[in-house]
């Protein structure tokens, strides 16, 4: 229901937005699906923390506890056990994070987010995302067949 004049096919039908020069990339725009990037993104957070992180910090602070208990190592002689089990603690947290990212990019892909950089973490530090030369990395069913079209058109030429 737009104003904008529909451009004829010679079949009649109205010809794709893309022949009007109006089409963008859909995943292009960094604010389409923005709900299923926010549903995935939580979800990725989520089971990254309930089943690699979590897990992962315990079982390490328990290795370590148990090292230091049992003699092999040595517990500080001002803090006691504590600094070792906090890295421990801490280094399995990080392990478990990283290690749920496959995971996380398997589920960014099934909703079509592909290549390089995807995800909320791609494309570096923030101040880096969206500026010059950046581009999507998508290629959408339409641009291929525009992609296929173009070569076809210059031969001929």
Not at 89 to 102: H, T
Request: overall charge positive; proline content about 10%.
């Amino acid at each position: 229901m737009s104003s904008e004049p529909s451009v004829q096919q010679p079949d009649g039908a109205a010809a794709p937005p893309a022949v009007r020069g109006e089409w963008k990339c859909p995943l292009g725009d960094r604010h389409v699906h923005r709900d299923d990037l926010r549903k995935v993104w939580k979800e990725c957070q989520e089971e990254s923390f309930w089943y690699r992180a979590l897990p992962l910090s315990l079982t390490s602070m328990a290795v370590t506890g148990g090292l230091i208990y049992n003699g092999t190592w040595k517990a500080s002689k001002r803090f006691g056990p504590f600094p070792k089990l906090a890295v421990a603690g801490i280094l399995g947290f990080i392990v478990g994070r990283m290690s749920y990212a496959p995971t996380c990019r398997s589920k960014f892909q099934k909703i079509g987010i592909e290549g390089p950089g995807f995800g909320p973490w791609g494309g570096g530090p923030p101040f880096w995302r969206g500026g010059p030369g950046h581009r999507c990395h998508h290629v959408c069913e339409e641009c291929k067949k525009k992609a296929q079209a173009a070569p076809a058109e210059q031969v001929k030429s």
